[in-house]
């Protein structure tokens, strides 16, 4: 294959269907709108845009039925995601929303097999948007440090009942017990911007041609919101990038190619520690500090219900979970969560799907499955918004270096 070739021809199959772009600005839009409600109808937006794209997806599948060429492409991926989606459904029993959500999903990823979506619009959509909400994080920490003013970027009134507890920080920049300005643009929190960005920032490091000016932009802007797991992402992602071109070079040249490099790293590193902002950043993963009134970290937090909740599962609980309806209304890492209500075997099929997608697929699919396999532990990426996102990315680029 030739270098960059990935990006400049559009998916073969996606030029079958006229709507290979509306489907990727589906799959890119889903997690800005999901902290938002249809007015009167009590669901989220991008709930409501699942349930009503069903039906092209449903149409998508039958058109490719009736062509008797239909097959599932990508069986190494999707397989292993619906049983997953299938065994959440099970767990579902009672919670309604979610149980057919979930369904939904599981529409939506056979669709994306059929190969409708244009991974080109895709790449370029999720770049663009992971740069405004860069440059927009960075403009709103230049206000705040140099005028004292916030710029909410989210509509607190236009929210889902159930994000109430959030006004105060959209409209402030403020969390709770914390001292430490934390902006992240339109999206619901500095962790999610993370969670959409590093993605991105993989997109314009790895695939295809490299895309030096946003990646840096996106760096920039997951480190401004101070996350934790946004300055950890940015970091391993570069040290991979940079390691990965020391790999490829000459022989002769490694040795003070990694050394300048890390130099610059430490150089990096060591600039960005003269901000206030990024040594409270840093200082609010591993301990206790200033702007905590109750000895609150970040790792504290992603840890706090443990004893409570997961600790006393034993047998039966543990190994198959308690469902979703039992779901407690606090914050769970997506490792807390599915523990809780799918168990072992919910952990099991997880896992085995991202791992499986790992070991068929290199590239984007590849970084993208090892990354969400460690965002468990810190992050809630489980949820059927942030699935649909990620399947959708595995699913799309899977195909497209399958059909090279």
Partial sequence: ??????????????NEHTSGKGYAL????????MMYQVPLAGIGVSTAMIIISFFYAAAVIFQDILKNHWKMRIAKIVIPFVLYLLYVVI?????????????LIIIHITAFSTGVVNAQCLKKNIILIAVLAAILTMFQTLLHYLLGVHLPCIAPNLCLDSLQYYRSFILTGYQEMSQ????????????????????????????????????????????????????????GIWFLYIWNMVRK???????????????????????????????????????????????YNAIWGRTLHWNTYISPMRG?????????????????????????????????LYYFAMIKTAICYKGIARLVATSLCGLMFIANSTSIIWMTYYIGILVVFGLEQQEE
């Avoid at 070739?5 to 559009?10: G, L």
């Avoid at 589906?26 to 709108?33: D, E, H, M, W």
């Avoid at 543990?318 to 952990?347: A, N, Q, V």
């Fill in 316 to 348: 039966k609980d543990l190994l198959f979970g308690l469902g979703y309806l039992k779901l407690p209304d606090i914050y769970f890492t997506g490792l807390m969560e599915l523990i809780y209500c799918s168990g072992l075997l919910g952990i099991l």
């Fill in 91 to 103: 767990k579902s029993a009672g919670d309604t929303v979610n149980m057919i959500q979930t369904l």
């Fill in 26 to 33: 589906f799959i890119s839009v889903l997690p800005i709108f």
């Fill in 249 to 295: 070079s000459e022989v002769s040249g490694k040795m003070v190619k990694m050394v300048g490099c890390l130099l610059g790293i430490l150089v990096a590193i060591g600039i960005l520690y003269q901000f206030s902002f990024f040594r409270s950043a840093l200082q609010r993963i591993f301990s206790p500090v200033q702007y905590s009134q109750n000895n």
């Fill in 180 to 235: 430490l300005y934390r902006p992240s643009a339109f999206f619901l929190e500095p962790s999610h911007l993370t969670q959409y960005c590093f993605v991105a920032l993989f997109l314009c490091l790895f695939h295809g041609k490299q895309q030096y000016a946003p990646a840096i932009c996106i760096s920039l802007g997951m480190v401004a919101t101070t996350s934790g797991m946004g300055i950890m992402l940015t970091g």
């Fill in 1 to 14: 294959m030739k270098h960059g070739s990935a990006i400049q021809n559009v998916h073969p199959i996606s």
